[in-house]
């Protein structure tokens, strides 16, 4: 890079002749300067052969500043090293943290820090924790916990790029009242679907009887990308057993490649997934037997051909369309839509606009951006309602009671009505769809 600079003016001042025109002043810096990233020998991974990212700061602390988001900077750093890696992910709980330590009790290494902050500032924009363990033909895999200290869209942000880029990814489903453990696992699975992750092999760990029973129901329902490989491991008694699992599913596919990502050659084809409750038996590690009274908690896996009948049939009900007739009475009321959570379709409308096919798929797109919003809190209780106001308008969203995959729409003129009175006028309408329901 030229640091010289150049007069133009025809009188210099450092120069004998005024007439001579535009003369080059001194070079202020090196005409020239080389730029490379440099590390010491101890930090290097050709050298070395260590995966870990950033400075090491500390006894187990590391440090990585960044000019980019937390996100992109993990991204760019796991393709750079090609990192084979674990990634733990909660669910409606906090426990992939403890696990960690306790893998660094029971003789992995200490738990340690990656702390990733914004250069020049010093900024934290996030905190990672994993520790290290070595495989018993010498592999060292690092394990990350997806709780990362962040803002929430930075948790989320970073939480996505460990699992994306991870060889094998650990679910840890908790305990989440009524519908609560499969609606989190049906929208967790949605992630799988972009083109940034490649990671080839997903592990869901249920960590309660409800839970491996929505492990259960949800597999004959989610639909994976072809060439992933999905399984269900037993409910864990104790924590040596979870590592059991772990481990021994990732020495049984940490040889596996990863998933290609969209282009012309990619593959397009999609299949349903086969969620065995049992880990294969010929891993490199033990599996212990569930304990009794979780094996018996979760029913066996239902094939898709028996399946009993999706919830998109149920409003066909006769007392769905006097529903949809009785909510068009509402005062204020413009446009209303029951729909199909699931394939964002309408099932009922009433009213003059907007179209059933736009509220369907807006309300849609709103429940389940509200749903990531939620699990990225740790917030496992569903949302009983969204109300959106604007000067103009009072926009509700809302699932219907009995019915976990159909909601209704409805958008009203705020001139008309206030959101007091929209509540009172649903909740209404709730106690009734309840009574139509019992007398089935």
Known sequence: MSYVQRMDDKTNPHSGDAGSGPVEWAATMPDTMATQIMARDSDDPRVAGSRDIGRLTGPNTRELFVTCDAAEALRL????????HVALHDIGGNVSRQLLRQLAAHGGSAVQKLTIRQQGYGTLLASIEYATYTSPEGQSVHIYSTDVQSTPAGQQAVSRVLMEHAQVSVVLLAEMAAQGSANALRQMMQWVHV????????????????????????????????????????????????????????????????????????????????????????????????????????????????????????????????????VAQMTGLLSCCVFDVNLAAPLGHAGRGPSPIDLARQGAAILKAQQMARLALNLSDPAHEILISSDRHHQVVRPLPGLPDVALHCLLDRHKTNQSLVRFQLQRLDAWLKQQQTGR
């Open 77 to 84: 750093q796991f393709d750079h090293l090609q990192s084979l």
């Open 195 to 326: 083109p940034a992750w490649v990671c080839p092999s997903l592990l869901i760990m249920p960590l309660g009887p409800a839970a491996a029973q929505a492990a259960a129901a949800q597999s004959a329902q989610v639909v994976q990308r072809h060439g992933m490989l999905v399984r269900a491991a037993p409910q864990p008694s104790r924590p040596a057993d979870a590592w059991s699992f772990i481990l021994g599913f990732w020495q049984k596919n940490a040889s596996r490649g990863r998933l290609a990502g969209s282009g012309p050659g990619a593959p397009s084809a999609m299949q349903l997934p086969s969620l065995n409750l049992k880990l294969d038996h010929d891993a490199g590690t033990t599996v212990p037997q569930a304990p009794p009274w979780a094996q018996t908690a979760a029913p066996p896996v239902v094939p898709p051909a028996a399946a009993a009948a999706p919830a998109a049939t149920v409003p066909a009900q006769a007392y769905m369309e006097t529903y949809v007739g009785m």
